[in-house]
């Protein structure tokens, strides 16, 4: 098992990377499960497949499990999920000092962080990932949210994890498709801040993605160790550090808008795409070459995620895909910054992008 820590100032959290955590869920957890009654909060499919390890470990141990199983997908992150989930922590007899449990991917992990946030004004809680975006990405750094009619993400709150539990079992479980996004995120790490850990990728991509436990080790513990880092310099997004974890989202976010941020593209393959034309729009602008990004599209394309904008067959031009980076939410008073590179192992915020350059540059990937 590997342990990383989140060194925020005076509330540090540990997050464990293994095999076998579910099922020991319990002994994990701890003191922080101070009362018989535990409440745990999932989604139907998660529930399938991890209830049973996850009850008995906690009966094991003399608890009583509370389960709230929602219906699973992105439309549960959403005021009615939250109201009933909410309502159900407060049937419950949650205090403040308690601790929720989150079992699942990024919409449990999201929205049981934001319950967990204005509970009572904030009660703890534990991130149980589930997917291998939640493990390397979601559960990590304190983002909550839910969506609502104006988009997505866009009412929420930073609150913290008390721990969290990666539990490298859980992915294999995970369809292949979900699987394969979470590898987005994780390739994403090496492309923004290092090189030799995007090599890696390159050689070893493909047995992260077919179930090799050491290589799933190594991915996770790597890329929480980078966000790790990230979050403990720039907790909130205010000093720049941060928004380079956006890095393909820009790009990405305007191809989820465009296909109504449906099954038809997920996040993690929208992403994907997204750093594709942030390397290649890196070379178009001089800064990295264009073997450079190329090698980027390869590895992605590698992995068997989506790397040509073409193959989606859109029907759209550039301008009309630049159109829903005017929504963006990064938007800030006017201009919107792209996450660009300088190499593969470095990217920058750069604020001097002009929407109407990278509408030309889509029309090109487009066709
Ligand atoms: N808070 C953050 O910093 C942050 C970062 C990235 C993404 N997100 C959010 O995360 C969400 C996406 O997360 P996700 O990709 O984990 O999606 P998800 O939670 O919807 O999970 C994907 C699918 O896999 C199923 N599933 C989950 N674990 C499983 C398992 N072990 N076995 C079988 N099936 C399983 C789920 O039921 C669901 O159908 C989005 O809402 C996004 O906005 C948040
Ligand atoms: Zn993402």
Same mark, same amino acid.
């Given at each position: 098992m590997a342990v990383i820590s989140v060194e925020l100032a005076g509330r540090p959290y540990e997050v464990r990377v293994g095999s076998g955590l579910l099922a020991n869920v319990a002994q994990e957890c701890g003191e922080l499960l101070r009362k018989p009654r535990v409440p745990i909060v999932t989604d139907e499919n998660v529930a399938r497949h991890w209830r049973q390890p996850v009850e008995a470990s906690l009966v094991a141990a003399g608890k009583e499990p509370r389960w709230l199983v929602l219906p699973h997908g992105e439309a549960t992150k959403s005021w009615e999920g939250l109201e009933r989930t909410l309502d159900w922590l407060l049937a419950e007899e949650v205090e403040r000092g308690d601790h929720v449990l989150a079992l699942g991917g990024g919409v449990i992990g999201d929205l049981v962080g934001f319950a967990a946030a204005i509970l009572k004004r904030g009660c703890g809680f534990v991130q149980l990932p589930t997917t291998l975006l939640a493990q390397v990405d979601s559960s990590v750094g304190g983002k909550t949210a839910i969506n609502t009619h104006a988009g997505k993400n866009l009412v929420g709150a930073f609150h913290q994890p008390s721990l969290v539990l990666a539990d490298l079992?859980? =992915?294999?479980? %995970?369809p292949l498709r979900e699987m394969r996004a979470g590898y987005a995120e994780v390739i994403k790490y090496g492309i923004l801040g290092d090189s030799e850990f995007f090599q890696w990728c390159e050689a070893k991509g493909a047995a992260v993605i077919a179930g090799d436990k050491a290589a799933q080790e190594y991915a996770v513990t790597c890329s929480v160790e980078a966000k790790a880092r990230i979050v403990a310099e720039d907790e909130r997004e205010t000093k720049g550090a941060r928004a380079l =974890?956006? %890095?393909g989202h820009t790009f990405g976010h305007a191809l989820e808008a465009e296909c109504g941020f449906s099954e038809r593209l997920l996040h993690g393959e929208a992403v994907a795409l997204g750093m594709v034309l942030a390397a290649r729009y890196s070379a178009r602008r001089g800064l990295i070459t264009d073997a450079d990004a190329e090698r980027v599209a390869s590895a992605i394309a590698a992995s068997g995620l989506p790397s040509e904008v073409s193959a989606l067959g859109l029907n759209r031009d550039g301008q009309a895909l630049a159109a829903h980076m005017l929504h963006d939410?990064?938007?800030d008073a006017g201009t919107l910054p792209f996450v660009l590179l300088r190499s593969i192992g470095e990217a920058f915020l750069d604020r001097n992008v002009e929407l109407t350059d990278v509408a030309e540059f889509l029309d090109r990937q487009l066709t």
């Amino acid at each position: 098992m590997a342990v990383i820590s989140v060194e925020l100032a005076g509330r540090p959290y540990e997050v464990r990377v293994g095999s076998g955590l579910l099922a020991n869920v319990a002994q994990e957890c701890g003191e922080l499960l101070r009362k018989p009654r535990v409440p745990i909060v999932t989604d139907e499919n998660v529930a399938r497949h991890w209830r049973q390890p996850v009850e008995a470990s906690l009966v094991a141990a003399g608890k009583e499990p509370r389960w709230l199983v929602l219906p699973h997908g992105e439309a549960t992150k959403s005021w009615e999920g939250l109201e009933r989930t909410l309502d159900w922590l407060l049937a419950e007899e949650v205090e403040r000092g308690d601790h929720v449990l989150a079992l699942g991917g990024g919409v449990i992990g999201d929205l049981v962080g934001f319950a967990a946030a204005i509970l009572k004004r904030g009660c703890g809680f534990v991130q149980l990932p589930t997917t291998l975006l939640a493990q390397v990405d979601s559960s990590v750094g304190g983002k909550t949210a839910i969506n609502t009619h104006a988009g997505k993400n866009l009412v929420g709150a930073f609150h913290q994890p008390s721990l969290v539990l990666a539990d490298l079992a859980a =992915l294999d479980t %995970l369809p292949l498709r979900e699987m394969r996004a979470g590898y987005a995120e994780v390739i994403k790490y090496g492309i923004l801040g290092d090189s030799e850990f995007f090599q890696w990728c390159e050689a070893k991509g493909a047995a992260v993605i077919a179930g090799d436990k050491a290589a799933q080790e190594y991915a996770v513990t790597c890329s929480v160790e980078a966000k790790a880092r990230i979050v403990a310099e720039d907790e909130r997004e205010t000093k720049g550090a941060r928004a380079l =974890l956006n %890095l393909g989202h820009t790009f990405g976010h305007a191809l989820e808008a465009e296909c109504g941020f449906s099954e038809r593209l997920l996040h993690g393959e929208a992403v994907a795409l997204g750093m594709v034309l942030a390397a290649r729009y890196s070379a178009r602008r001089g800064l990295i070459t264009d073997a450079d990004a190329e090698r980027v599209a390869s590895a992605i394309a590698a992995s068997g995620l989506p790397s040509e904008v073409s193959a989606l067959g859109l029907n759209r031009d550039g301008q009309a895909l630049a159109a829903h980076m005017l929504h963006d939410k990064k938007m800030d008073a006017g201009t919107l910054p792209f996450v660009l590179l300088r190499s593969i192992g470095e990217a920058f915020l750069d604020r001097n992008v002009e929407l109407t350059d990278v509408a030309e540059f889509l029309d090109r990937q487009l066709t």
